[in-house]
């Protein structure tokens, strides 16, 4: 008995260790077995890690490349670009260049007549102030600008332009003086300066004295002939309310009036009185307005305009400015009767 009791007991002891033991060893496999899928699955994590570090190494090298690519591209293209920029710039650079210089000579040539002289800017067509006896234009105004650049140590220059132009060319800097009969208007005043005035005037209607014209209304509706850009033109739109029919001097609206064209002329009283000369069957209404003319000058320059107000008011209060027109109006009447005569051979 006691053999077995120690037997049973060796056996108990041998299968508790037996089984003791083999729990062990479960437990000792089971850790293994994790260890080992733990091992796996962390070298298959660092292999997926790797991979993706690869992958991701891979990719960013390929960005990188492109990138590179891109910027040695970009940059080419830029390089490219700059280059043909700075040959614009250079072309523009060129040409912006040429344009100031040419600005400027054209400006220098505008601004600055030639050494010594000073130019008159007038339409001749307006006896007695700037008519012309041959090539030369001559009258009141040609002899007013002569004073004023006696008084400024300069020679005479006269530009002959349409009479619409006259005061752009003045602004534009084609010559320093403007004298062309020019009456002094608010509108103009905000372009030009104006000197004191020279004369008193106004405009009329020249008319066939079959149908007289005396009084504004009486051309209302009717074909009313001017003279382009004048204060007649002005008249005609402001105070009658309709549009003139535009001629470039005074003899050539007249000279409509004659072939019935037009019914009725407005001009200034002097060229009007001048182109009726010996013309019987015409005649002058009235002033229509009062007006004054001036000689015109680039706005800003007070040491001119006062030397251009001394001269002329020297020639008023000497007596020479009434001279003057004497001389200038006889010899516009000279050439008008002169030019008929010869008209009538
Ligand atoms: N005195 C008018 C004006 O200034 C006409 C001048 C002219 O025709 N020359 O408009």
């Not at 077995?33 to 292999?47: G, I, N, Q, R, S």
């Not at 210089?101 to 000073?118: F, L, N, Q, S």
């Not at 009283?269 to 307005?289: E, F, N, R, W």
Request: glycine share 6%; aromatic share 4%.
């Amino acid at each position: 008995m006691k053999h077995s009791v120690c037997m049973f007991a060796v056996a108990v002891a041998a299968s508790t260790l037996f089984f003791g033991c083999s729990k062990s060893d479960d437990a000792v496999s089971a850790i293994k077995e994790k260890t080992d899928a733990a091992v796996a699955a962390t070298k298959d994590a660092a292999e997926a890690v790797k991979d993706t570090a690869v992958a991701a190494a891979e990719k960013t090298a390929e960005v990188a490349e492109a990138a590179a690519d891109k910027a040695v591209e970009v940059a080419g293209a830029a390089k490219d670009k700059a280059a043909e920029a700075v040959e614009a710039a250079k072309d523009a650079g060129a040409a912006a260049a040429e344009a100031v210089a040419g600005a400027v000579a054209g400006a220098a040539a505008a601004v600055a007549p030639k050494e010594g002289t000073i130019r008159m800017i007038t339409e001749a067509t307006f006896p007695p102030y700037e008519f012309r006896q041959g090539k030369e234009v001559v009258g009141i105004d040609v002899e007013i600008c002569k004073a004023i650049a006696k008084a400024l140590g300069k020679e005479l220059k006269i530009e002959d332009v349409e009479f619409d132009s006259v005061l752009p060319s003045l602004i534009a800097g084609k010559a320093e003086l403007a004298a062309a009969g020019i009456t002094v208007t608010e509108d103009r005043k905000m372009q030009v300066d104006f000197s004191v005035p020279y004369v008193r005037t106004g405009i009329v209607f020249v008319y066939a004295k079959a149908t007289p014209f005396e009084k504004g209304e009486q051309a209302k509706g009717k074909k009313v002939g001017v003279q382009n850009g004048t204060t007649s033109a002005d008249y005609v739109r402001k105070d009658l309310g309709q549009e003139p029919e535009m001629f470039d001097s005074p003899a050539s609206a007249f000279a409509a009036l004659k072939a019935g064209k037009v019914d009725v002329v407005i001009a200034d009283i002097d060229p009007a009185k001048a182109v009726i000369k010996g013309q019987d069957g015409y005649d002058i209404s009235d002033l229509l307005t009062v007006e004054e003319y001036a000689v015109a000058i680039k706005k800003g320059q007070p040491e001119l305009l006062a030397t251009i107000n001394k001269v002329i008011e020297g020639l008023k209060d000497s007596g020479e400015l009434d001279k003057i027109t004497d001389e200038m109006t006889a010899k516009a009447n000279a050439m008008a009767a002169a030019e008929e005569a010869a008209k009538a051979e």
